[in-house]
């Protein structure tokens, strides 16, 4: 059932309005004015949101507490008008609120505007403050089309736009000129991945055409995705999931993300914690009735899902740089929702989407806040002893570690328990086995972060111990929100049989599919597992950072070469570098630019002025305007039609 509802557009309008107020008004305007519409806009639209949700679920609660929802398929839509008419092909702009959708936008919304709000106090002293909300305002409005979106071309906009937006968040302090590399690489790595997502949309265009059906819309896709057959499916779900390895960051794209960090922090939290990375969820999920079909491409999302999370999570144990740990987790966790749409499971996937945002949101912002207190500092090695110094700061973050580490009743418990159980119950015990051992990883490095930061004696230096300060209410305000939702908001989909049990998956069913395991197993027994992995790696981090802090020096001294493998990111950027930018720089000065530029283009164009000049040269000469000149050529012309005529006319 699908319900007409034009105030869907003012979900777009409002971060539209912002970006115009923000570009054309806000430097003039001041400081005030852009605090108060930069944030304002984006609160207005999850209302909206919540407005259109709550007509969506419509929810009741009954007393046995047993959870019922809107009829299975509804949605709420508006057309907007016609876009693309190009012979029988037709795309139009038409936004779509269905329960995928809708939690999406719920997310975006709500998680976003807590993070403009935070951004109020952060970027307090900086002068760029109207650009900056420009940026943000963009990027909302870019991630709303991408979710929105009623068809794959649509989608392909907002798409675009929030690899547009990271670049220009990314890069913000660009006259550093690290920072502006760092936002051109990742500029540049994600359009690798849209590429194989055009790629992609081209090929079920011209499947789906060759049947003669020539659209991109969702509805009409699913009608038709039979059409596709076994090996158009397959090309078109394999083409797709490279752009999702670009913009999820998973192997071998992932190498954009952890270099994104130099962006301010509210940045980090907003697009690589609780939107942009999970596009390329969101677009599988959308996508899973084509994805379905095709079982080997499924293998392979989970496969590359399970290996990132590891990979990662390895990384993250020896990193000193707060925010280099948080990018890095970033990466793994996005590996379990990988993991969890590969089982397909993809309700499972978008249910660690939405507790992510809560606790990795509130990790990126806590990070903020330290370095807020330190005057920027980022280095790990460098603080220490802050728990009661910043007591808002720690208790929150403690919270969202928690979450993150699985650990009961935290959201991230319920999230990872769902992923590991439907990795195991389709089957993947080895990816299983990866996951397991990820939580545990995951657990060290992220107590290891809280006991480095908050525990132990202060290691800040002297110049900025007396500096260390709480940060301010518009900053400690959507810390705590987000740590209620980092507590809480795993239990709207409670195990299966515990009161209103599995009420999220059931609730995205409609629009994702039911979850069809094929191997029964205790749910219990797996989850006392991955628990007791997770508590593993709290008290391993607990016994080297607290009760032994001199035994990691050791370690990395004993084991430098693997200590030194991890650090430095298992020398994946220096290997790119080698066998990808190197050969391309070299084929591009000597080949393109030398051989094909200089002498074929730059030669051929040379070539034809030269030619040009030279018959210039001779017409001049032949005009002196000397009448003489003239004249005996004049006469060198009759003596020579005379001799014409004497000679071969008449024969003589």
């Avoid at 929810?59 to 809107?70: E, G, H, M, Q």
Wanted: aromatic residues 14%.
């Amino acid at each position: 059932m699908t319900v007409e509802f034009p105030a869907l557009a003012l979900i777009l309008l409002f971060p539209a309005l912002g970006v115009v107020f923000n570009l054309f008004f806000g430097a003039r305007l001041g400081r005030r004015w852009v605090n108060v519409v930069g944030p304002g806009v984006m609160f207005a639209a999850f209302f909206v949101a919540t407005w259109a949700f709550w007509d969506l679920a419509s929810v009741t609660l009954y007393s046995d507490l047993k959870l019922i929802t809107a009829p299975g398929g509804s949605a709420l839509a508006v057309h907007l008008w016609g876009w693309i008419e190009g012979g029988p092909f037709h795309a139009e702009l038409g936004l779509r609120l269905d329960a995928l959708s809708g939690v999406m936008v719920m997310i975006v919304t709500g998680v976003g505007a807590l993070i403009f709000l935070y951004s109020v106090g952060y970027m307090a002293h900086d002068e760029d403050f109207a650009r900056f909300f420009t940026y943000m305002n963009l990027f909302a409005l870019s991630m709303l089309i991408l979710i929105l979106a009623d068809n794959l071309l649509m989608m392909f906009v907002g798409w675009e736009g929030v690899g547009l937006c990271s670049y220009l968040l990314i890069a913000f302090w660009y006259t550093n000129p690290q920072y502006a590399y760092n936002g051109r690489k990742a500029f540049v790595v994600n359009r690798i991945g849209d590429a194989g997502f055009l790629l992609g949309m081209f090929t079920i265009v011209g499947t789906l055409g060759a049947h003669g059906v020539w659209t991109l819309n969702f509805v009409e896709l699913r009608n038709n995705a039979a059409l596709l057959g076994g090996a158009g499916a397959t090309a078109a779900c394999f083409l797709l999931f490279i752009g999702a390895t670009g913009k999820s960051a998973q192997i071998p794209l992932y190498v954009w993300l952890p270099d994104a960090m130099v962006g301010p922090t509210p940045v980090s939290a907003l697009i690589h914690a609780a939107t942009m990375v999970t596009a390329g969820v969101y677009m599988i999920a959308r996508l899973g009735f084509m994805f379905s079909m095709t079982p080997n491409t499924l293998d392979l999302v989970a496969t590359v899902g399970a290996l990132t999370a590891l990979f990662a999570a390895s990384i993250a144990i020896v990193q000193p740089d707060i925010k280099k740990v948080l990018a890095y987790s970033t990466i793994s966790q996005l590996g379990y929702m990988f993991l969890g749409v590969g089982s397909g499971a993809y309700a499972s996937g978008i249910f660690h989407v939405m507790t992510h945002a809560f606790f990795k949101g509130l990790l990126f912002l806590c990070a903020g806040s330290v370095m807020h207190a330190l005057g920027g500092e980022q280095d790990m090695n460098k603080m220490g002893g802050l728990r009661k110094k910043v007591p808002i700061t720690f208790l929150t973050m403690f919270i969202a570690t928690l979450a993150i580490a699985a650990i009961f009743p935290f959201s991230g418990y319920f999230s990872k328990d769902l992923i590991l159980d439907s990795a195991y119950e389709s089957g993947h015990f080895w990816l299983w086995l990866i996951g397991v051992i990820t939580a545990g990883l995951t657990s060290f490095y992220m107590f290891r972060l809280i006991f480095m930061t908050f525990f132990g004696d202060s290691r800040v230096d002297s110049d900025k111990e007396h500096h260390i300060h709480e940060s301010p209410a518009v900053m400690t305000i959507p810390l705590i929100v987000l740590a209620i939702l980092a507590t809480i908001g795993g239990w709207v989909n409670l195990p299966d049989g515990y009161l209103w049990g599995d009420a999220f998956a059931r609730f995205l069913a409609p629009v994702v599919g039911n979850f069809k395991p094929a191997i029964e197993a205790s749910s219990f027994d797996l989850s006392l597992i991955a628990s007791g992995a997770s508590i593993v790696g709290v008290v391993l981090a607990w016994v080297l950072y607290i009760k032994l802090p001199g035994i990691p020096f050791l370690l990395a001294w004993r084991l430098k070469p693997a200590y030194d493998l991890l650090l430095n990111k298992y020398y994946i950027d220096d290997l790119y570098d080698l066998i990808v930018t190197r050969p391309l720089f070299w084929i591009s000065d000597n080949v393109l630019n030398r051989a094909i530029d200089s002498y074929a283009i730059d030669g051929t164009a040379e070539g034809a002025g030269l030619a040009v000049q030279t018959s210039g040269q001779v017409a001049r000469r032949a005009e002196t305007g000397n009448v003489q000149h003239y004249a005996f050529v004049y006469l060198l012309g009759a003596l020579g039609i005379v001799a014409y005529y004497l000679f071969l006319v008449t024969g003589r």
